[in-house]
C-alpha cells in the first residue's frame, strides 16, 4: 500500500558559513527540507565556505566527515554545525581605573582574549595608542604561536596617572581573525586629588589666665585619594 512521504530537515548551526545539499533538498535560510519514501538512502553533504569550517553532525545516524547518510524511515530532524575558522573574542571592551592616587601606579584591571574558532588564532603584540599612551602599561601571557580552539590568555593592565585630569588611550589587539582583525579595548584613567577636612570648625579658648596654658584639639582629615600634604608654619 501507499505511505506518507516522511520529511527530512536539516538545520544549519554555528556563527560559520556553508552549504547544505542532497537529493531533493530545499534550503531557505538555515533550513533544508525533503520529502521522501519510506526507505530511501540519503547522502547529506555540507560544505563550508571560505573561513568557516563543517564540525558537527547532529542526530545523524550515520555520519561521516561531511557526509551524513540516512535510510528514511520516518520524520527526522538533524543538525549541521559551521564555526569560524578564525574568530577572536575580547571581554571587556573598555577599563576605567577611577579614583587614583596622583603618580601611584593603580591595582591591575585585566582582559581576556579568547580563539572562539577553530584553527589556531595568531596574535601579534598588543598596543597602547591613543591621546596619553604613557599612562597606560600591560603586561600579557599571549603566547607568540598562537591560541587553540577555545583557548584563553591574559592581558594586564596598569595606569599612573600624573595629574588630575582624565587621561584616555586605547588597548589594540591584533589577531589574523579576517573580520575583526584589530580590537580595541578603550582605556580611561583620573587620580583623585586629596580633600582636607577638619573638626572642629573653630576653636573657641574663651578666658584665659596669663600663664597658665589653655590645650585644644583640631583634627584634620585627608577624605580624598591623593595624599595631602601640610606645611605646617607658625601661627
Known amino acids: 500500500g501507499e505511505t506518507r512521504p516522511y520529511v527530512l530537515t536539516v538545520t544549519r548551526l554555528g556563527d560559520g558559513k556553508g552549504t547544505i545539499s542532497g537529493p531533493e533538498l530545499t534550503c531557505v535560510g538555515k533550513v533544508c527540507t525533503?520529502?521522501?519514501a519510506s526507505y530511501d538512502v540519503i547522502t547529506i553533504t555540507a560544505?563550508?565556505?571560505?573561513?568557516?569550517?563543517?564540525?558537527?553532525?547532529g542526530n545523524c545516524p550515520a555520519p561521516s566527515a561531511n557526509t551524513c547518510t540516512i535510510t528514511?524511515?520516518?520524520d527526522i530532524d538533524i543538525t549541521a554545525t559551521f564555526l569560524p575558522e578564525y574568530k577572536i573574542s575580547v571581554n571587556p571592551k573598555s577599563l576605567n581605573f577611577k579614583n587614583l592616587k596622583q603618580g601611584v601606579e593603580s591595582s591591575p584591571l585585566s582582559?581576556?582574549?579568547?580563539?572562539?574558532?577553530v584553527a589556531d588564532l595568531l596574535l601579534f603584540a598588543p598596543i597602547i595608542a591613543g591621546n596619553n599612551p604613557t599612562v597606560f602599561g600591560q603586561t600579557n601571557d599571549c603566547p607568540s604561536t598562537g591560541l587553540a580552539a577555545m583557548e584563553t590568555c591574559t592581558i594586564t593592565v596598569t595606569a599612573t596617572s600624573p595629574d588630575y585630569d582624565?587621561?584616555?588611550a586605547e588597548l589594540q589587539i591584533s589577531s589574523n581573525d579576517p573580520k575583526n582583525a584589530t580590537v580595541i579595548v578603550k582605556l580611561k584613567a583620573k587620580a583623585k586629588p586629596p580633600?582636607?577636612?577638619?573638626?572642629?570648625?573653630?576653636?573657641?579658648?574663651?578666658?584665659?589666665?596669663?600663664g597658665s596654658p589653655s590645650i585644644k584639639t583640631l583634627t584634620l582629615t585627608n577624605k580624598g585619594v591623593t595624599d595631602l600634604q601640610i606645611p605646617f608654619g607658625g601661627v
Open 166 to 168: 582624565q587621561k584616555t
Open 72 to 74: 528514511v524511515t520516518d
Open 195 to 210: 580633600k582636607i577636612s577638619k573638626k572642629p570648625g573653630a576653636l573657641n579658648f574663651g578666658k584665659v589666665a596669663i
Open 47 to 57: 560544505t563550508a565556505q571560505s573561513g568557516s569550517a563543517f564540525t558537527e553532525w
Open 34 to 36: 525533503g520529502d521522501y
Open 111 to 117: 582582559v581576556t582574549v579568547k580563539n572562539i574558532g
